[in-house]
């Protein structure tokens, strides 16, 4: 089972707080998805 996102916060550095349906929260860092892009950053 899948739990959905039902917000997401962005915080410094690249990072997201993501609310959960369970209303669990979890830091996301989206900094490695962004390696392409690192030289301009």
Known sequence: MYLGVTEAKP???????L??????KRIFNVMPYLGVCRTFL
């Open 11 to 17: 915080l410094e550095d690249y990072k997201l707080l």
């Open 19 to 24: 609310t959960f349906d369970n209303n669990e």
